[in-house]
DNA sequence: TTGAAAGCGCTAACAA
DNA sequence: TTGTTAGCGCTTTCAA
């Protein structure tokens, strides 16, 4: 049995597509006897509108593509929850495009497969080829928000975290304690600028008159714990730090591992902190002190915040910033 | 400046729609002359495809619902990798919808918005509504596949692991070793089906003339960390077990955490084991020893065998059971 | 408040 | 090998 089309609900109703068209779009000037009897029939052949024709017609998808290299996975997935939802009640469809680690020319290919589809907006997140993408969106006039950096630009909404900020205050925080060998740990892929992070502690170390040697206090790990675990056993045999910051809750976990593997005691011979506030803090053996990130409200409001521009709503600003909150546990001393 | 069209080709390159058609399709019977000077008006205006469009036109839209509930999250997000790429390779769009938590008719919206969508077709994992979305998309008649359950109905495929046989080797195993004190716990939300992990238990305690107490044995946990780690911490203050089953490594950690805190040393007094082998195994000190399911694959079959379904692919079986490794480390004695 | 008709950008007979 | 033409199912003027 064939879907029902609006032909099939006006000729049954007796009245015109053009009425049956109003019904479905909720125009009020439908006559509400009228709109009754469409409606009893749009029931009755349990007529669906076909998106994909309205599509065509109004040039419009109500599809907003989510666009991400697999190796930023980890962080993503914990946003899909917000998107997804965001979506749903603001009836947009998420369609979700993974790059790089297969195929050939990613982001290109990706880019072209989002045109055709006629995706009304896309959603990017921060990572280490984001400027060639924004590159692209502008070049195709895509709307769209990239999450975890702020970007200025007339044509770009962004949701993003004052990342110096977090990184600054926890810094001085210790070197005012004149707790001054602290390192920082990142893998190269993160949602949040490494950069700026870094720069965060820089500012602290010269608000401080203090010597900041980005080549040993900046260490490149991987997003595999059982490799930076690795790493780790080996640099704590011979090292040992006031703070060790992380920029993600799991390679904080591989840091205290490796660090009470070689015996050193956290926090007391050494402090740990770490970022997100995932399962993999509460997990950590002492629990991980961590900062706390509205990732899921993150995913949300990319997507709130493209609809708006997509609608052409009043925004106050294009790029909102999210706050954060620091959750101390086990792993420093407070 | 709008974007072109298939008519603004063919006026530029001089020929008709279909052959423009043609070209963008791939068809051979098109000249090789023409076809390269379509080609290059097709770079020269930089044409992409309308492919709602062309949607409209084939009744397809290469687009592949993947329906499931936020508090499955946890497992589907590991799968989404698979989906995604897979999607990508065999170029169809992935469309996302979270059910549940949010909104009211969960299931009949979203399946309402799939409908309206035209997705060619829809993947479904286990929970404890999969009967309903069963139905659902049967009575739409809209192929779909299920991922963490077989199914065997002709019109919907599945992909799963033998859960029985899981349980069933491992408890079996012990009960041989004359450890009969087993338990196993798990969210009530669950990829891998608990009834069936749960039988495969029960086979395993039958073959020995042992009884099985399902009120006693069989614990229900939540899916956050800090809940399940305080049952478990009040559960040991009183009990001991030979074996600890847990459905997912993160209760699988809790479950260690939480015998460690009552002085119950993991894996001489009690040996624990868990499933899917997330980094939370890795984490977890001793390191927790678990069944490694290949979640990636998975998904990435799921879309395989839901886009042979489609294009009416020969295919020997739509139910496809897929290996896994039992993983052994440090929290069970080997 | 309703209807007629053109058009959205493409595909697929069918004819040439 | 190419072109003509009729849809696909909806929205949206414009007129009534």
């Known amino acids: 049995m064939k879907k029902a089309t609006i032909y099939d609900v006006a000729r049954e109703a007796g009245v015109s597509l053009a009425t049956v068209s109003r019904v479905i779009n909720g125009s009020s000037v439908v006559r509400e006897k009228t709109k009754e009897k469409v409606m009893k029939v749009i ?9 994909i024709a309205r599509g065509l017609a109004t040039n419009k998808t109500t599809t907003i593509a989510v666009i991400f290299p697999q190796s930023l996975f980890a962080h993503v997935k914990d946003m899909i929850g917000g998107i997804g939802d965001a ?14 680690d297969i195929g050939n020319g990613p982001m290109d290919d990706v880019m072209e497969k989002v045109i055709r589809t006629r ?14 993408q924004i590159e692209l969106v502008k070049k195709h006039s895509i709307p769209a928000v990239v999450i975890g950096m702020q970007v200025s630009d007339d044509s770009l909404g962004s949701v993003y975290v004052d990342a110096q900020k977090i990184t600054y205050d926890i810094v001085n925080n210790y070197l005012e304690k004149g707790k001054n060998d602290i390192i920082f740990v990142s893998p190269q892929q993160n949602l949040i600028r490494t950069v700026d992070l ?8 010269q608000d401080h ?33 006031d703070l060790v910051f992380a920029s993600y809750d799991k390679e904080g976990v591989a840091v205290v591992n490796a660090a009470i593997d070689n015996n050193i005691s956290v926090p ?29 409200d993150m995913g949300a409001l990319a997507v709130r915040l493209l609809t708006k521009i997509l609608n052409q709503e009043e925004l106050e600003t294009k790029e909102v ?14």
């Open 198 to 205: 870094i720069e965060g502690m820089k500012k602290a170390y």
């Open 209 to 241: 008159q203090l010597p900041f040697d980005e080549a040993t206090q900046v260490i490149d790990t991987s997003t595999h714990y059982e490799e930076s675990y690795t790493q780790f056993v080996e640099h704590f045999r011979n090292h040992k730090h």
């Open 268 to 296: 007391d011979d050494m402090e740990v902190m770490a970022m997100m506030d995932t399962s993999y803090s509460l997990i950590c053996r002492p629990s991980l002190s961590t900062i706390h990130l509205p990732i899921y």
């Open 87 to 100: 979506g749903r009640t603001l009836d947009y469809n998420i369609t979700i495009y993974t790059t790089d």
């Open 119 to 132: 995706a009304d907006g896309v959603i990017l997140f921060n990572n280490d080829k984001i400027t060639q």
């Open 321 to 334: 910033c999210v706050g954060y909150t620091n959750i101390y546990r086990k792993s420093t001393i407070q």
């Open 43 to 51: 029931d009755e052949l349990n007529f669906k509108p076909n998106q």
